[in-house]
């Protein structure tokens, strides 16, 4: 490790707020040394609880985040929070506007906010997210807060990244088909319906403990099978649900929740979940299984990186790709019987050896049309 890295890392350790910053950046931006600075830290990862939260734009992500950020901060924990914005596909910038909003909490010295920018990733989270959530579980923050971008049914990365992930919706989110929809519907370990002050909020709940009952096969559980039954023998359907699902305390059903950003609404009773579903994750054994899997995806992401370094920023490469495009064209071979020559003759470029007397090039493939 280079000297500024160490006096960095010494910086860190005395919980410095300028070189936590400095910190991220590096991370962040991939910067010389990142990984080395990535490896010290990784023992003191795992101590901080990662709460995911995602939903469509508009949902009040960002107003629940900085309300349930104030309420740990009333409990007396540490808070860090990653907000991530999208990034333009024309002009590559991005507003970082979720920072703007946690204006209230922003000047805590408990809170450390960071927004990043998505640059490209799809899945809700920018590709270095789970990285700089581990700079701050390293720095040693009680809780981390990760918001998504909000595109709303494909932000699946937060499940893999957190260990609780609450999903925010309004009434305005849809109709009883959209609660049908998979993906993101299907990633909650919490629901919030939040703006419940408005017209249609107990209409969702509704709908939505009904979907859950359906999908863990709560609702008809006890119903007897006969298609002439009345179901209104069963009375409420998603009352039924709720109540089967909560007597079964070896498995959890996602809550359904009431809150109310612009008030504060629910926030206490969200929290209390919050725990409960943390305490359920480490009773049954599912944190461990979760934070393992967590693990061994980031080895599968680093080592794609790689791969994908390796192989694109080498000169030779490129050209050797290039000269098969003639072949291509002429139905001479087919991609994948190039794709499994490269492979073949990059065996020693992929594990780290010599990548002989051409320069390597900050090149990608994908960029030549």
Same mark, same amino acid.
């Given at each position: 490790?280079?000297? =500024? ?94 920072? %703007? ?19 490209? #990733? ?10 700089? #959530? ?9 809780? %981390?807060?990760? $918001? ?23 009434? $305005? ?22 703006? #419940? ?71 206490? $009773? ?51 790709? $290039?000269?098969? %495009? ?27 050896? =010599? ?15």
């Amino acid at each position: 490790m280079s000297a =500024p890295l160490q006096r960095l890392i010494t910086d860190f350790d005395a919980r410095q707020p300028a070189a936590l910053a400095r910190a991220v950046s590096i991370v962040e931006n991939r910067r010389a040394g990142f990984d080395a600075l990535l490896g010290t830290l990784h023992p003191r990862v795992g101590r901080a609880r990662r709460i995911g939260i995602t939903g469509p734009p508009g949902a009040g992500k960002s107003t629940l985040t900085t309300l349930l950020a104030k309420a740990f901060r009333d409990r007396g924990l540490t808070v860090g929070v990653i907000a991530v914005d999208p990034t333009s596909p024309f002009t590559g910038g991005a507003l970082l506007g979720d920072r %703007i909003r946690m204006e209230s909490v922003a000047l805590d010295p408990g809170v450390f906010i960071r927004s990043m920018a998505t640059r490209g #990733s799809l899945g809700g989270l920018a590709s270095a997210t789970r990285e700089v #959530s581990d700079v701050l579980d390293a720095f040693g923050f009680d809780r %981390i807060l990760l $918001e998504t971008v909000g595109v709303g049914q494909s932000e699946l990365d937060i499940a893999a990244a957190a260990d609780t992930s609450l999903v925010v919706l309004v009434p $305005e989110s849809g109709d009883s088909i959209q609660t049908l929809k998979a993906g993101v519907m299907e990633i909650a370990d919490i629901f919030a319906v939040n703006k #419940s002050d408005r017209p249609g909020a107990d209409r969702l709940r509704h709908e939505l403990e009904l979907m859950l009952g359906l999908r863990s096969g709560h609702t008809l559980k006890n119903v007897p099978a006969h298609h002439g039954i009345d179901l209104r023998s069963i009375g409420n359907p998603a009352k039924a649900a709720r109540a089967a699902a909560e007597s079964a305390p070896d498995r959890w059903t996602p809550p359904v929740l009431a809150t109310t950003g612009a008030t504060g609404a629910g926030i206490d $009773e969200l929290v209390a979940v919050l725990d409960r579903h943390f305490d359920f994750l480490e009773r049954s054994g599912g944190l461990r299984e979760r934070r393992r899997k967590r693990l061994r995806e980031r080895v599968v992401e680093v080592v794609e990186r790689k791969v994908h370094e390796r192989l694109w920023m080498h000169a030779a490469t490129n050209q050797w790709v $290039e000269s098969r %495009i003639a072949e291509l064209e002429r139905g001479d071979v087919t991609p994948f019987a190039v794709a499994d020559e490269l492979l073949a003759r990059s065996g020693s470029l992929l594990a780290g050896g =010599p990548a002989g007397d051409v320069a390597p090039v900050l090149s990608d493939p994908r960029m030549h049309s």
